[in-house]
């Protein structure tokens, strides 16, 4: 069979395009999930490079299931590339059960799979499933005599994963943490339910009960938001109680149906439901959680928040109020993953449990630290920026781009000195840094001798978000803008017009600021069918008469200043070149 040029397009495809998996499964093509290109990838290699989902995956797999255990010119498995692109996890699971000997296997640079999970960082149940397909692979070393736990401390890898790899014990996540909690206060507070609806009314089996919630609130007490109790008004058994009672009394109200469900307008039931549990998490005082229900998706992120957060004031409270400063922080992700605004939201945590004594918040980048003037010059303007976020937080956004690089001449390169001078103050705590970027380039300037890596302890990894995060994302932008979604505008349907519309390197490119390309466009042909200038705009109009008499028959009564955005609008908005 060719090796390359005559099947190419299976092999693209294999990327990331649903179109794979008709191709795939077809019988007058699915011969071509056994050709290699020029570097003997099969088109499972090219998934697994690409991190295509599990559906593409399975289906080439189904043509092929011998694709699991061949290798390419390097001696890499699919598995290999699973485990340097740090998954999907459901793709390394199946290539696992299929080929479990892949994770024993080498390449032609003596690298297990392991090696590449540990040397990219990849999360911790990425490294897990390898080491335990495989345990042996944590001290096999490579042709440059490394074994993946040499490369996980070298690299940075978090602590769980060296503790793997040495064979250690695994301590508990915050998201575990968190979640353990969470039980232990459900079984609570069915035992609490219980005792009420058998009326014994016993003091001593409240008085159980209620020790049980003073439990939680002595080991994790956010954990008692998600039941509508708030913690700093429930120290005692007493106000404890009263707690208990105000939280039932909100649930009646929720029963008897008062509360605005039309806030949830535009989304399925599901979303709707989601939208409730979050905001059951949200207690009204609490600026931290008002801010990170806002946050659409990131569940992890979130969770991580509120353990530094839970971390932190421990920490306060068993010191007597003080407290040493935390190590800077890393923010990892794509463009567009929402890395900003959490950026943002930890300065605030931050403040609040008084690790910064002010609320200073700076975001910078090269522009903002560089005089291509001189070296000194640079100097001066770093330190002037410093000086001005003193005592609060400054981002460095993509500060990878201040080290030297080849395609700057090296006389108007002075970015090292504006990281020299950053990494002056690092010791200090003052300002506190958060890096952003990209994992694999933050990874260089963390790596580089300038200093940073052992003062940046924290690292917060952002995952990409699905098309259903992002039409919430753009939903909620429209609402900031004052449009309604019309008849048919539905988070499913947002979610399936982008799924079909654009391929995944395309939005993984883009990420959340897809929402702000469609909200755009939808503005565009909002513009273009209501045929007003910028001056008439201001003008009070009803939107019934922007629709056809259909559409119009379908809509809702609405105040003259509502803008209802059509299905139609949505979709010329992406042909139209969103």
Not at 86 to 91: N, Q, S
Not at 173 to 201: C, F, N, P, V, W
Request: with cysteine.
């Amino acid at each position: 069979m060719a090796s390359s040029g005559e099947y190419v397009e299976l092999h693209e495809l294999a990327k990331g395009w649903k179109a794979a998996i008709g191709r795939a499964m077809d019988p007058a093509t699915k011969h071509e999930a056994q050709i290699r290109n020029d570097r003997g990838n099969l088109p499972l290699h090219s998934a697994t490079s690409f991190r295509a989902p599990i559906d593409v995956a399975e289906a080439l797999l189904q043509a092929y299931p011998e694709a699991a255990s061949i290798t390419n010119n390097y001696g890499n498995l699919p598995l290999h590339f699973t485990a340097w692109k740090k998954g999907p996890l459901e793709v390394e699971r199946l290539l696992l059960k299929i080929y479990p000997e892949g994770a024993a296997q080498k390449n032609n640079h003596g690298n297990l799979p392991l090696h590449y999970a540990a040397h990219y960082n990849a999360p911790l149940e990425v490294v897990e499933a390898l080491y335990n397909a495989y345990p042996q692979g944590a001290t096999q070393k490579n042709n440059d005599n490394n074994t993946p736990l040499d490369l996980a401390i070298a690299d940075g890898a978090s602590p769980n994963v060296v503790s793997l790899l040495q064979g250690k014990k695994v301590p508990p996540t915050e998201d575990e943490a968190l979640e353990k909690a969470k039980r232990r206060y459900e079984a609570a507070e069915r035992e609490l339910a219980r005792h009420m609806s058998e009326s014994t009314g016993t003091t001593e089996e409240m008085e159980e009960v209620l020790a049980l919630l003073l439990d939680i609130y002595e080991a994790h007490p956010h954990a008692l938001y998600s039941a509508g109790i708030n913690p700093e008004n429930a120290g005692t058994m007493d106000s404890m109680m009263e707690e208990v009672r105000k939280a039932a009394a909100a649930d009646n109200s929720h029963a008897n149906g008062i509360g605005g469900i039309e806030d949830y307008a535009g989304r399925n039931e599901n979303e709707e439901e989601a939208q409730l549990i979050e905001d059951a998490l949200c207690p009204p005082d609490d600026t931290v959680e008002i801010a990170l229900s806002k946050l659409v998706g990131l569940e992890a992120v979130k969770n991580q928040i509120r353990g530094m957060r839970r971390t932190m004031e421990l920490v306060k409270t068993e010191q007597n109020g003080k407290l040493a400063h935390p190590s800077h922080i890393v923010l990892e992700g794509n463009p567009g993953v929402g890395k900003t605004s959490v950026a943002t939201i930890l300065a605030d945590v931050l403040y609040e449990i008084g690790v910064t004594k002010t609320l200073n918040f700076m975001s910078v980048g090269r522009d903002e630290l560089i005089d291509r003037k001189s070296e000194s010059r640079t100097i001066a303007k770093t330190r002037k920026v410093l000086e001005r976020a003193k005592g609060g937080v400054l981002v460095l956004n993509e500060g990878y781009t201040l080290l030297p690089s080849t395609a700057r001449p090296r006389s108007r390169d002075h970015g090292g000195a504006a990281l020299r001078e950053i990494a002056r103050t690092l010791p200090s705590g003052n300002p506190l840094i958060i890096l952003t970027g990209s994992s694999l380039e933050l990874q260089r300037i963390l790596s580089s001798e300038i200093g940073f890596k052992s003062h940046f302890l924290t690292r917060i990894e952002f995952s990409d978000p699905t098309p259903s995060q992002v039409a919430r994302i753009f939903i909620g932008k429209m609402s900031e803008k004052g449009l309604v979604p019309g008849d048919g505008v539905t988070v499913d349907y947002l979610a399936e017009l982008i799924s079909t519309n654009t391929d995944e390197d395309w939005r993984l490119e883009r990420n959340g600021r897809i929402a702000d390309l469609l909200l755009n466009g939808v503005r565009a042909e909002l513009r273009k069918r209501m045929h007003f200038s910028d001056d008439s705009s201001k003008v009070s109009f009803s939107p019934i008469k922007m629709m056809s008499p259909t559409a119009a028959s379908r809509m809702p009564a609405a105040t003259p200043d509502e803008i209802f955005v059509t299905v139609e609008d949505v979709q010329n908005a992406i042909v139209n070149g969103m």
